[in-house]
């Protein structure tokens, strides 16, 4: 069982960036695959981006790559995306997620959720 805490979401005007992380709590964090998605009003949940246990390994949604950065810190149990280059379409609730598996891009593999926190990029 892992419980996870995102922080860092805001307010931001287009072009802007913000520092996303998330806290997780329990001694197995390296046995995870970490990742973020996000969901803006009326629209369903959406892969953003996934790191692998090391943090050797990264995926990206295409409407994100080059511009957002996943990281992880395994001895501060915690997962970070860096977003640059913020336009007003990434505005969302973002979440973090973790999974036991290596299924990176499918939301139904992960196994815990934490409560996310709100982006909104102004035009």
């Known amino acids: 069982q892992v419980q996870l805490v995102e922080s860092g979401g805001g307010l931001v005007q287009a072009g802007g960036s913000l520092r996303l992380s998330c806290a997780a709590s329990?001694?197995?964090?390296?046995?995870?695959?970490m990742g973020w998605f996000r969901q803006a009003p009326g629209k369903e949940r959406e892969f953003v981006a996934a790191?692998?246990?090391?943090?050797?390994?990264?995926y990206y949604a295409d409407s994100v790559k080059g511009r957002f950065t996943i990281s992880r810190d395994n001895a501060k149990n915690t997962v970070y995306m860096q977003m640059n280059s913020l336009k007003p379409e990434d505005t969302a609730v973002y979440l973090c997620a973790a999974q036991y598996s290596s299924r990176h891009y499918l939301l139904g593999a992960y196994d815990f959720w934490g409560q996310g926190t709100q982006v909104t990029v102004s035009s």
């Open positions: 790191i692998n246990w090391s943090g050797g390994t990264t």
């Open positions: 329990g001694r197995t964090f390296t046995s995870y695959t």
